[in-house]
């Protein structure tokens, strides 16, 4: 595993398809973790449904922005920002967009736990607050906002399109340094 623990999404080069680019952020040759676990972004700008995706192991995606629908395996799910959905292993899935805008998402790749460890959080504090740890790793991602992150020892600043890779049992807090909330996902895997 590598010692970088953060990169902004300008820093990633974009991998291409025929109805969408995805980048790796968390999980990729940036930065490492264990376990098949990793957090990207991906922007679906084709307003047909492409090739269906399939993967062995769990996926959540959280929509960011603009309009569309996901097929997941026969089922078709209107998708608007603040959406998520629960893809299990071996379950074929695409994403179209149905806007003028392409369709934003956050997604993760985790070892199957058939339980979502995907949600968002909002902090509108000046202060760190209490530090926190636990035995799994996780995966942030900066949404809006400006703030400051610690992992560790560490402080990183925050800001939109960020990603922050925070090893298990790694104390970590959040704060916020602008005059919006800090809104940032996370994303949580087994080791």
Do not use: N
């Not at 025929?18 to 790796?24: C, F, L």
């Not at 952020?25 to 098949?36: D, E, H, M, N, R």
């Not at 269906?52 to 996901?70: A, C, F, K, R, T």
């Not at 949600?119 to 209490?130: I, K, Q, R, Y």
């Amino acid at each position: 595993m590598g010692d970088r623990i953060s990169v902004h999404e300008s820093e990633v080069e974009r991998e291409e398809y025929p109805d969408r680019w995805s980048k790796d952020l968390i999980g990729g040759p940036k930065v490492q973790t264990t376990s098949g676990f990793s957090l990207g972004i991906a922007e679906y700008f084709a307003p047909e449904f492409g090739e269906l995706q399939l993967h062995d192991d769990q996926e959540e995606v959280y929509v960011v922005s603009g309009v569309g629908q996901i097929r997941i395996a026969d089922e078709l799910h209107d998708v608007e920002p603040g959406a998520s959905f629960l893809l299990p292993p071996g379950t074929p899935h695409a994403t179209r967009r149905t806007g003028d805008e392409p369709v934003c998402v956050v997604y993760t790749h985790a070892a199957p736990s058939g339980e979502k460890t995907m949600g968002v959080s909002t902090s509108d504090s000046a202060d760190f607050g209490e530090l926190r740890a636990h035995d799994d790793q996780e995966a942030l991602y900066v949404i809006s906002g400006v703030g400051q992150v610690r992992v560790g020892d560490v402080i990183l600043e925050a800001r939109p399109g960020a990603g922050i890779y925070v090893p298990p049992d790694t104390p970590h807090a959040r704060r916020c340094t602008g005059t919006e909330p800090l809104r940032t996902l996370f994303a949580h895997g087994a080791v």
